[in-house]
C-alpha cells in the first residue's frame, strides 16, 4: 500500500500560478502510475493529469497547456503546476496512486483505476 499527503493548495488570483505537490510513502514509488483529480461540490471527481512512472504524461482537455504534472521519484513525490488560472479551476485536488495493469489510455483518466488517494488540497481562485 501507499500512502499520500498532498500539499500546495490556497487561494490565489486568477492569472496567477500554484505548484502543489504529493508525497508517497509506504511502497515503491516508481511501482505506480500517478494522476491529479479535482472535485467541486456536487459534481464528480474529474481527471486532470496523469504522468507514468518513466515520465509519460496525460491531460484533460481543461487544463492542456496550462497545467504541467511531474514527479521526483528519488523524493517519491508528483507535482502539478498551475499556470493561468482560471475561475473554473477552484477545487479540491486530489492525488491518486495506481499500479494497476494498463489496459487503454483509461487506465490513467479513470478515477475508478486508482487504488489510493490522498486527503485533498483546496484551490481557491480569486477573480
Known amino acids: 500500500q501507499v500512502q499520500l499527503v498532498e500539499s500546495g493548495g490556497g487561494l490565489v488570483q486568477a492569472g496567477g500560478s500554484l505548484r502543489l505537490s504529493c508525497t508517497a510513502s509506504?511502497?515503491?514509488?516508481?511501482?505506480?502510475?500517478m494522476g491529479w483529480f479535482r472535485q467541486t461540490p456536487g459534481k464528480e471527481r474529474e481527471f486532470v493529469a496523469a504522468i507514468t512512472w518513466r515520465g509519460r504524461t496525460y491531460y484533460s482537455d481543461a487544463v492542456k497547456g496550462r497545467d504541467t504534472i511531474s514527479r521526483d521519484n528519488a523524493k517519491n513525490t508528483v507535482y502539478l503546476q498551475m499556470i493561468s488560472l482560471k475561475p473554473e479551476d477552484p477545487a479540491v485536488y486530489y492525488c491518486a496512486a495506481s499500479s494497476r495493469p494498463v489496459s487503454g489510455v483509461m487506465a490513467y483518466q479513470d478515477r475508478a483505476q486508482y487504488d489510493y488517494w490522498g486527503q485533498g488540497t483546496q484551490v481557491t481562485v480569486s477573480s
Open positions: 509506504g511502497d515503491t514509488f516508481s511501482n505506480y502510475r
